[in-house]
C-alpha cells in the first residue's frame, strides 16, 4: 500500500485527499508552524496531505459544521481499532506570517490525545500528526 493510501487510511472518510505532499521543510518546522497555536504541544512525526478540490471547496462552503460527522479514521494502525477523534474546533490566526497565519484550520485530537489533524482548506492541506 502507498504512503498516501496509508496516511489517508487515518483519516475520517469525509476527509478525501489526492496525494501526498513534499515539502523542503523538516516535519519538525512544518509542525512548528501550527502546532504551537493549535495545540501547544510537540509533534513525533508529520504527514502532510494535499485536500482533494471536491472536499477543500464543501468546508469553505460549510465551515466547522462539515467536520460533525468527521470523527472515526476509515482505519486503524495494525492491531489497532481505527482511532476516534474528539471534537473540531476552528482556529484563526497565530500560527505564523503567510496564509496559515490567516486562513481559517480546522483542527482536532484523537481521543486518546496520541494524534492529531489539522485542515487548510485554502491552502488545501491536510495535516496529521502524532505525539512523542
Same mark, same amino acid.
Given at each position: 500500500?502507498?504512503? #498516501?493510501?496509508?496516511?489517508?487510511? %487515518?483519516?475520517?472518510?469525509?476527509?478525501?485527499?489526492?496525494?501526498?505532499?513534499?515539502?523542503?521543510?523538516?516535519?519538525?518546522?512544518?509542525?512548528?508552524?501550527?502546532?504551537?497555536?493549535?495545540?501547544?504541544?510537540?509533534?513525533?512525526?508529520?504527514?502532510?496531505?494535499?485536500?482533494?478540490?471536491?472536499?477543500?471547496?464543501?468546508?469553505?462552503?460549510?465551515?466547522?459544521?462539515?467536520?460533525?460527522?468527521?470523527?472515526?479514521?476509515?482505519?486503524? %494502525?495494525?492491531? #489497532?481499532?481505527?482511532?476516534?477523534?474528539? #471534537?473540531?474546533?476552528?482556529?484563526?490566526?497565530?500560527?505564523?506570517?503567510?496564509?496559515?497565519?490567516?486562513?481559517?484550520?480546522?483542527?482536532?485530537?484523537?481521543?486518546?490525545?496520541?494524534?492529531?489533524?489539522?485542515?487548510?482548506?485554502?491552502?488545501? %492541506?491536510?495535516?496529521?500528526?502524532?505525539?512523542?
Amino acid at each position: 500500500m502507498s504512503i #498516501h493510501r496509508r496516511a489517508q487510511q %487515518l483519516l475520517p472518510a469525509e476527509i478525501e485527499t489526492s496525494g501526498l505532499l513534499q515539502f523542503g521543510m523538516s516535519p519538525d518546522q512544518m509542525a512548528g508552524i501550527v502546532l504551537e497555536s493549535i495545540f501547544g504541544g510537540d509533534a513525533g512525526g508529520i504527514v502532510v496531505l494535499r485536500l482533494a478540490n471536491r472536499t477543500a471547496a464543501a468546508i469553505q462552503r460549510q465551515g466547522l459544521v462539515f467536520f460533525a460527522q468527521a470523527r472515526q479514521a476509515r482505519a486503524g %494502525l495494525p492491531r #489497532h481499532a481505527p482511532a476516534r477523534y474528539g #471534537h473540531w474546533r476552528q482556529v484563526r490566526g497565530g500560527a505564523g506570517q503567510g496564509a496559515a497565519g490567516t486562513s481559517p484550520m480546522y483542527a482536532a485530537t484523537t481521543l486518546d490525545a496520541q494524534s492529531w489533524l489539522a485542515v487548510l482548506p485554502v491552502e488545501r %492541506l491536510v495535516l496529521y500528526g502524532w505525539m512523542h
